[in-house]
């Protein structure tokens, strides 16, 4: 089995020089080479600030943004709903119509700069797991008319039949399609990404970790890298996910770092296909499966929630395990790929996006459900920094609380367990 992720084996070789020399000036320079440190910097260039510099710590793409299931939906880690009760529903429709719009950025990025991504169209699937309980089935149905009331957006209601011609498996009840979603390589459209920044007149450095960010009585702030170089910049934003270490407590203490993995198939044979949808699947339980077919036949599945990082082999016999629940008939496929990757969580499930200090921007806590909500945060970033608009008043609401380390984590790890303990009794006993 290969130690490295499906996606980095996938992926075009390409290579950003690090940060060498100290003699750089920029106008904005961005801490971390994921979704949200990229999509700031792309943000920043489309509203004509081009001099940006990306400094990334390992490559373009190390953290969640190249490791994650490559699904590309609307909405935010947060419940709609819970949206709705915090900020009323004219904030929250529009904070979800964001993350829909994002969706179409996302697209039109990747068409307008040619990325290849391997995107594919076709909606993502959500699938009711609890198939003998008529009030799971209902519930569904009722999320889609919340939706549809609330916030306009149509997810078609899908029968079971259906389900199950698209899908070899009796596992499913009903479920909801969102259309407009789509999955892809999410590795290939980070590195495209960076090329597109760096195309435009921007920097991009791997291997590249910011040290220190110290204010200068000038004005400005200036970025020490792992390798003795530095870089001047007016405005910086940090968005090192899960993945910053403590240089900001301020951050790094407001986001517990969350594990959950993936696994690749061998390419399945025709006669072992079992998905006939071009959808992104997932199913509707607190710790959902989230699977798809890959344009080589594999099958790349992604499931489980913890706060321990474990190692290849382990997260290969425990999702090839979950996997085996809902298609038993390819117990003889052999797992080729195995890795985990860290989500930065926030008590309250949103993202953290403002300034620590005049010129000092940050965006982090994306949870599971990133790639949209980074892009959002790149575009309300984009806006501030440039004087177009400041950042929403409702991002307040959804500030830098404390998650209180280890303890917090342990809460975290006893959340989940309950929850997971729910599902499995709701399975038992259908409503
Ligand atoms: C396995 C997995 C599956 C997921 N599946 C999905 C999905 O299907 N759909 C979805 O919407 N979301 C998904 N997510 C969530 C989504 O991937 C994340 O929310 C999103 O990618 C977060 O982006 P980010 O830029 O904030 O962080 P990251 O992608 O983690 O990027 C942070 C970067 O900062 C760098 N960095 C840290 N410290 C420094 C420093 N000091 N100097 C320089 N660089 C630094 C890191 O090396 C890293 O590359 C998944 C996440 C995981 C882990």
Known sequence: MQTQTYYAVTAPRLTFQPLADSSTDVEVAVLGGGFAGLAAARGLQERGITSVAVLEAQTIGHGASGRNGGFVFGGYSRDAADLVSDLGLAAAREFYAHSRE?????RSRIEAHAIDCDRQEGGALLLNWFRHSARAERQLRDQARWLRENFGVTWDEIEPAQVRQWLDTQRYGGALLERDAFHFHPLKYALGLARVIEHAGGRVHEHSAVMSIE????????????????????QVVVAGGAYLKAMLPALTGARLPIATYVIATEPLP????????????????????????????????GGRISIQERDPARIAQMLQADLLKVYPQLAAVRVSHAW???????????????????????????????????????????????GRADLPAALRRYGLTPVFGQAGLLAAQATYSWAELRDALKERLPG
Not at 102 to 106: D, E, P, S
Not at 223 to 233: F, N, V, W, Y
Not at 342 to 371: E, N
Not at 373 to 383: I, N
């Open 215 to 234: 204010r200068l009585a000038a004005g400005g702030f200036v970025l020490r890298t792992s390798h003795d170089a530095s870089i001047r910049a007016a």
């Open 340 to 386: 985990g990757g860290l989500m930065s969580y926030a008590r309250h499930k949103m993202p953290q996006i403002g300034q620590l200090a005049p010129g000092l921007w940050f965006a982090q806590a994306f949870g599971g459900h990133g790639v949209a909500p980074t892009t959002v945060a790149g575009e309300w970033l984009a806006d501030a920094i440039s």
């Open 102 to 106: 994002a969706i179409a950025l996302i």
């Open 270 to 301: 025709p006669n072992l296909r079992p998905i006939r949808t071009p959808a992104a699947l997932y199913d509707n339980r607190f710790a959902f499966d989230y699977y798809r077919a890959l344009a080589d036949h594999r099958l790349l599945w």
